[in-house]
């Protein structure tokens, strides 16, 4: 069964960066399985917000409007893991941060358009 863990969080000062990365586990593999991951992140009193995804290879990315050009999305399949890159954060990025993994057909560059299986969540904190 597919299992992902998010980590890399923390306390991070306004202006500064973070990488969350995403691993993958249960299964045969990126390198086996197709899987799209997006990433999310939901503050307290907040709905949850879709950040941006990336597809299976890793040749499509997409991105919200709120983090585009500030955050990227990458993934290294033959460690099974995917990774949020998050640049010029802001107090109003934090927030708890998940993952999640949809199913996707092998070879297509396009994103999930549902993701069945999430992360714990791991909490990001922009403050000085």
């Known amino acids: 069964q597919l299992r992902l863990v998010e980590s890399g969080g923390g306390l991070v000062q306004p202006g500064g960066s973070l990488r969350l990365s995403c691993t993958a586990s249960?299964?045969?593999?990126?390198?086996?399985?197709?899987?799209?991951i997006a990433w999310y992140r939901q503050a307290p009193g907040d709905e949850r917000e879709g950040l941006g995804c990336?597809?299976?290879?890793?040749?499509?990315?997409n991105y919200a409007d709120s983090v585009k050009g500030r955050f990227t999305i990458g993934r290294d399949n033959a460690k099974n893991t995917a990774y949020l890159n998050m640049n010029r954060l802001k107090p109003g990025d934090s927030a708890v941060y998940y993952c999640?993994?949809?199913?996707?057909?092998?070879?297509?560059?396009?994103?999930?358009?549902?993701?069945?299986?999430w992360g714990q969540g791991i909490q990001v904190t922009v403050s000085s």
């Open positions: 990336i597809s299976p290879s890793g040749t499509f990315t």
């Open positions: 249960g299964f045969s593999g990126f390198t086996k399985e197709s899987y799209a």
């Open positions: 999640a993994a949809g199913p996707v057909p092998s070879g297509a560059s396009w994103c999930a358009q549902s993701y069945g299986t």
